[in-house]
């Protein structure tokens, strides 16, 4: 019986210690996402390889455009759904979007901003749930927000950017 009893804590305690060791802290998450969107803003842009009525824009292997709509384009990557909105009235060094987005602030796991050159980049992250955030990367007036784990953070914080950077938008007349 005692045997019994010491094994079963053994189990417990080791599956306890495994489940946090793969769980991440909201702080590594935030340093590296952190880390990444510098890394990101240094690499050289990508090249479009889609062109939609909005403009043209990189869109990285396995992911697709769904949908086009004034100032909007829906893209899928498998389930998650990425949401590019831009403002042809803000330049790349407009901080408007990312004003906007932080108004909430007491709500926010993440709030960020870097200038480089002249690109004002900005993430915002709002938990959704337990291992659940809403993920906005920006850059001036043009930003992407999709619904993404903790863990996967740090490459769509990637993904999102090279796909922002490339992004050039059409020019369209006053309406």
């Not at 495994?18 to 991440?24: D, K």
Request: aromatic share 6%; with cysteine.
């Amino acid at each position: 019986m005692k045997l019994s009893t010491w094994v079963k804590y053994l189990i417990i305690s080791t599956t306890i210690i495994l489940l946090s060791a793969c769980s991440v802290s909201i702080d590594e998450m935030n340093s590296h996402a952190v880390e990444v969107m510098e890394e990101s803003l240094e690499k050289e842009v990508k090249e479009p390889n889609e062109e939609t009525m909005n403009g043209e824009l990189y869109v990285p292997f396995l992911m697709s455009i769904d949908q086009v709509s004034t100032n909007n384009i829906i893209l899928k990557q498998g389930s998650q759904t990425y949401i590019l909105f831009y403002n042809l009235h803000e330049g790349t060094d407009s901080k408007a979007l990312y004003e906007s987005l932080i108004k909430n602030e007491d709500e926010l796991l993440i709030k960020q901003s870097i200038e480089k050159g002249d690109e004002f980049a900005y993430l915002v992250a709002q938990e959704l749930g337990k291992e659940e955030v809403a993920l906005t990367v920006g850059i001036g007036g043009m930003k992407m927000t999709t619904e993404t784990k903790l863990k996967d953070v740090s490459s769509d914080v990637e993904t999102m950017l090279e796909i922002l950077r490339s992004f050039s938008p059409t020019k369209k007349e006053a309406e």
